[in-house]
Nanobody, 126 residues
Framework: QVQLVESGGGLVEPGGSLRLSCAAS????????IGWFRQAPGKEREGVSC????????KYADAAKGRFTISRDNAKNTVYLQMNSLKPEDTAVYYC???????????????????WGQGTQVTVSS
């Protein structure tokens, strides 16, 4: 079965770091775009980062640039989001997603994320 499972969330103090994992099963994620999204209470879901298929080119939301790094480990069929210098406004449920209808897409392509993980909670608080 096609599935994405996020892990690595938790409680961290401002300025701390956290690494989220997105483990894929049922497909080889190397051939697909993977995006990280987040949704805070009372706010709409927003894109955080994206990694392309094939060439692993990346994109970041302005709020994530310089602090977050997305990467892919093909041997583990897993995508990571390394989050440094965390701020309280980073508090949200973080989701990974992929577009299985468009093999070979890059982040600059029009992407329809049709497979989502269950989410992992990230709380940044002192």
């Amino acid at each position: 079965q096609v599935q994405l499972v996020e892990s690595g969330g938790g409680l961290v103090e401002p300025g701390g770091s956290l690494r989220l994992s997105c483990a894929a099963s049922g497909f080889v994620l190397n051939y697909y775009v993977i995006g990280w999204f987040r949704q805070a209470p009372g706010k709409e879901r927003e894109g955080v980062s994206c990694i392309s298929s094939t060439d692993d080119s990346t994109k970041y939301a302005d709020a994530a640039k310089g602090r977050f790094t997305i990467s892919r480990d093909n041997a583990k069929n897993t995508v990571y989001l390394q989050m440094n210098s965390l701020k309280p406004e980073d508090t949200a449920v973080y989701y990974c997603a992929t577009d299985l209808t468009h093999s070979g897409y890059r982040c600059d392509d029009e992407t329809s994320f049709d497979v989502w993980g269950q989410g992992t909670q990230v709380t940044v608080s002192s």
